[in-house]
């Protein structure tokens, strides 16, 4: 995920950084909205007795899980590979306005914890 040129126009790095950014919180955002939905279905199947069902609303959840914890990993390898051609604030402030949840699983607060450390 490099912040690197691609093709023969020449792009801005801030400008190519603020999209890989911003690529990355709605991706992270969109796999959360997912996995909400996967908790959901597998509370309601839980007590099902149709074991299969079962089985395979859990399976969607350990899935979405892991993917959602993959996404945080890009979000925040992202954000400190934008912290090289991009203002902090400005960094923040991005991910504050595609994210304006107040939990300590928001882009903003990932995002801020991966530039603090």
Do not use: W
């Not at 149709?50 to 350990?62: G, I, N, V």
């Not at 912290?83 to 994210?99: F, G, N, S, T, W």
């Amino acid at each position: 995920m490099s912040l690197s040129q691609s093709g023969s126009a020449p792009i801005d790095p801030k400008t190519e950084a603020r999209r890989l950014l911003t690529e990355a919180i709605t991706s992270y955002l969109q796999l959360c909205k997912d996995l909400a939905a996967a908790t959901e279905r597998a509370t309601a199947m839980s007590s099902s007795t149709d074991s299969a069902a079962r089985r395979s609303a859990y399976q969607t959840l350990t899935e979405l899980g892991d993917q959602v914890r993959l996404a945080q990993r890009r979000l925040t390898n992202t954000a400190r590979q934008a912290r090289k051609v991009m203002p902090l604030a400005e960094i923040e402030d991005v991910a504050k306005k595609l994210d304006k949840r107040d939990t300590t699983e928001s882009a903003a607060v990932l995002v801020k914890a991966a530039l603090a450390g």
